[in-house]
């Protein structure tokens, strides 16, 4: 059962990425936090998928405009076993950190 930082990314462009993935026999509530080290815009997509692609019901934020040195952060997200937080960008210079807490179901 781990808790604090559960997953980090520098998201490389144009590619889905898993930045964490419950495992078996546990739940998560984790946040999940987005940040543009860039001065110009980008666009980000976030995911809570069963598998490592989303599929078109997953996604949370989609083509969401991230304004230059921005952030986007999402909280109280509950996560069953073995589903992915996936994030997506246009472009470079996007780290992601996915914090929280595991606790087992049994």
């Known amino acids: 059962?781990?808790?604090?930082?559960l997953g980090t990314a520098d998201l490389a462009a144009t590619t889905e990425t898993t930045v964490y993935t419950v495992p078996a026999n546990t739940f998560s509530v984790v946040?999940?936090?987005?940040?543009?080290r860039n001065p110009q815009s980008r666009s980000i997509r976030v995911a809570l998928a069963a598998?490592?692609?989303a599929t078109n019901e997953e996604?949370?934020?989609f083509d969401a405009e991230l304004l230059g040195s921005g952030v986007l952060e999402r909280s109280g997200i509950v996560l069953d076993e073995d589903k992915r937080v996936i994030v997506y960008s246009?472009?470079?210079?996007?780290?992601?950190?996915?914090?929280?807490?595991?606790t087992p179901t049994s």
């Open 1 to 5: 059962m781990a808790t604090g930082i």
């Open 31 to 36: 946040t999940i936090n987005v940040t543009n």
């Open 51 to 53: 598998d490592a692609s």
């Open 59 to 61: 996604w949370i934020e």
């Open 90 to 102: 246009n472009s470079t210079d996007i780290s992601v950190v996915v914090y929280g807490i595991e």
